[in-house]
């Protein structure tokens, strides 16, 4: 598993170590039903507080990417409910697309952006 936190990021070590996991699944790094490493085990790998590798493994598994497996600890596990994270997607793409016309930015543009970005994930 690689990593990379930006400790001098505005953003929280928390949401940054969630996000590196979702890029990880998006791009198949990790796969449906493998095991992450252990709170502790993360937590000394990156140099990192427990509790931060606690909070952001809480936040994927509210968001539905993992599940706490008594046997295996957390495991990726995709939530299938597409209605749901259709709504959320749809909630952040209405703030983000709002930043884009006060800045300009063109509906190419952003198509673009979203088939590069697609690409990059295989164009799944």
């Known amino acids: 598993m690689i990593i990379e936190i930006d400790f001098n990021s505005d953003e ?4 940054q170590l969630r996000n590196q996991i979702i890029l990880g699944i998006a791009t198949s790094q990790y ?3 493998e095991a992450l490493p252990s ?6 790998t990156i140099g990192i507080n427990m509790h931060t590798v606690n909070k952001a493994y809480s936040v994927l598994k509210q968001e539905g990417f993992v599940k706490v497996d008594r046997r295996r600890g957390v495991v990726i ?3 299938i409910d597409k209605l749901q994270a259709m ?3 749809q ?6 697309l709002a930043q884009a016309s006060c800045k300009n930015i063109s509906r190419e543009e952003i198509h673009d ?3 590069t970005i697609y690409n990059e994930y ?3």
């Open 87 to 89: 709504e959320q997607i």
């Open 12 to 15: 929280a070590l928390y949401m």
């Open 77 to 79: 596990a995709v939530d």
């Open 122 to 124: 295989g164009g799944k």
């Open 91 to 96: 909630k952040d793409l209405r703030v983000l």
């Open 39 to 44: 709170v502790r085990s993360l937590a000394d």
């Open 113 to 115: 952006m979203i088939d």
């Open 31 to 33: 796969q449906e039903g």
